[in-house]
């Protein structure tokens, strides 16, 4: 299995220079990659003939070395090769997004990076212990740049092995390095597989005011959520304005040649905005890795509803406040963090009407409008809250798809290798995907 570790890291003023010199080898390969195979693609038009494989017209990075270009070879060789293969796999994915044989929205066709706009990092891989930590772990190994310091709040996986780093610089000029790690499987904290017969089960319902609703009151103290963005607005509007005010180019001469370069104030300006936007995206952040492990920590499933979060930030003016939530990144988390702990995240169509359906008597109110937050079912005339009865259905919606999936005994469930299904969540994988395969086995119950 691969763990990724990412650690901050504190070059000097030397090994900043290279490793944004490095940034720029990296997309001037990846231009001269894209460039070579549109003109060569131009020309397989034109005359009508194959020009072969699409790899045979893409240039390695030594060929473009030696294109006039020797200033590259003072940057790493493999982050060149890395860069050239982010190419190949860019265009694979466009190949496969256009036959329809990639999940997800179409991917559209390669482009090329901008030297401004253009996201600072490259890539290496591990080749002879290059990339090692000292005894002490405070300082890493990096080819072209010797030892960096670096704070490893993490320890490393016993018995792991690097395989690729990534080396990046955030607009408010902090790096940080991502390391790929590749060791063995390793089971997980907990064992929940006694409770297979009666899992504990949450359901939640996404909430624009508190994040998310919980179908266990008992949860409500615990989700504290505040509106980090909101909160910083006028702070980001302030230095947007400050910003905006600055002449951000001035003319210079270098070696006789006319160029512009970013003026220091507004680099200054531009990094005081960049720590704020930093400083609220790590605050949303902490909030959700915390939350996340709460509920995994606690119950067995966690039922969710399989949004759009995309779709719904277009919608009613609400991109700001749903974007402000973090939602999908909570799901990632969940979903993360569930397998550490043998816990089981179960998604919810969207389309299912959690918050128009009455939890009590199970009728469906159709004129519900979003502006009510509490309503009154005109069957039984219960009093609803809104959010409590979406997450209540949510919850009640796993808990049918599970008793009534196939009527097979859960002791029955395999491996792949012939073992009995070990943990809780290998075991609800293996019922749910039965489900998707045979969803309606000899009349039985599933629905």
Known sequence: MTIVRKYRIYPNEQQQQAILQTCGCCRVVYNTCLTTYTDNYRKWVENGKPQGEFDDTI???????LDGKPWMKQADALALSCARMNFVNALNTFFKSKKGKRKGRKVGFPKLKSRRKSRFAYQTSNQGSN???????????????????????RPLPDNGTIKRVTVSMTSAGEFHVSLNIECEKQLPLLNRYNSISDPNVVGLDMSLPKFCV????????RIKYEHNYRKEEEHIKKLSHVLSRKTHYKKVIVDGVEKKVETENYKKARKRLARLHGKVARRREDFIIKLALYFVRKYDVISIEDLDIQAMS??????????DLGWGKFVSWLEKEAEKYDAFVYKVD?????????????SKNSALQLSDREWVCPVCGCIIDRDRNASLNIRDEFLRDFHGCCG????????????????????????????????????KGCH
Not at 59 to 65: D, L, S, V
Not at 352 to 358: D, G, I, L, N
């Open 350 to 362: 969207k389309w299912f009407a959690s918050s128009k359906t009455c939890h009590e008597c199970g």
């Open 214 to 221: 919980s179908s266990e009151s008992s949860d409500d103290t």
């Open 408 to 443: 097979v005994p859960y002791t029955k469930f395999k491996r792949a290798g012939g073992e009995s299904a070990a943990t809780f969540r290998e075991t609800l994988k293996q019922v749910f995907s039965m489900k998707q395969e045979n969803p309606n086995p000899k009349g």
């Open 59 to 65: 240039p390695t990075a030594k060929e473009i070395q």
């Open 314 to 323: 277009r919608t009613l003016n609400l991109g700001k406040s749903v974007m």
């Open 131 to 153: 990339i090692r930590f000292n005894e002490s772990n405070t300082q890493i190994k990096l080819p072209k740049l010797g030892w960096v310091n670096v704070v490893q709040h």
